[in-house]
């Protein structure tokens, strides 16, 4: 089994930063691709950003050239560096990945609140 366990939420000024970490843990998995997603209260759950294991990475364009999504193999983490923070930002954010099989983990989100 895996576990992702999501830190880096809280709350925020707009135009403020803030960086999420996804830890994953337990068994090992061949990752095809790591992801961001978030939910708004009242909203579907979208993909915010995404990096595949040759690095291909894709983001939603409300996010473009102010979210940041990195990882580090060694560590088998993924990192989304959120700067320029709007209120509309304001969501549950959770990690997610996916196995070379097809199959999803997600980890139990973390709060993101941004204030005007």
Same mark, same amino acid.
């Given at each position: 089994?895996?576990?992702?366990?999501?830190?880096?939420?809280?709350?925020?000024?707009?135009?403020?930063?803030?960086?999420?970490?996804?830890?994953?843990?337990?068994?090992?998995?061949?990752?095809?691709?790591?992801?961001?997603?978030?939910?708004?209260?009242?909203?579907?759950?979208?993909?915010?950003?995404?990096?595949?294991?040759?690095?291909?990475?894709?983001?939603?364009?409300?996010?473009?050239?102010?979210?940041?999504?990195?990882?580090?193999?060694?560590?088998?983490?993924? +990192?989304?560096?959120?700067?320029?923070?709007?209120?509309?930002?304001?969501?549950?954010? +959770?990690?997610?990945?996916?196995?070379?099989?097809?199959?999803?983990?997600?980890?139990?989100?973390?709060?993101?609140?941004?204030?005007?």
């Amino acid at each position: 089994q895996v576990q992702l366990v999501e830190s880096g939420g809280g709350l925020v000024q707009a135009g403020g930063s803030l960086r999420l970490s996804c830890a994953a843990s337990g068994s090992a998995v061949s990752v095809r691709t790591r992801a961001w997603y978030r939910q708004a209260p009242g909203k579907q759950r979208e993909l915010v950003a995404s990096i595949t294991k040759v690095g291909y990475i894709s983001y939603v364009d409300a996010v473009k050239g102010r979210f940041t999504i990195s990882g580090d193999n060694a560590k088998n983490t993924v +990192y989304l560096q959120m700067d320029s923070l709007k209120p509309e930002d304001t969501a549950v954010y +959770y990690c997610q990945i996916r196995s070379d099989y097809g199959r999803d983990y997600w980890g139990q989100g973390t709060q993101v609140t941004v204030s005007s």
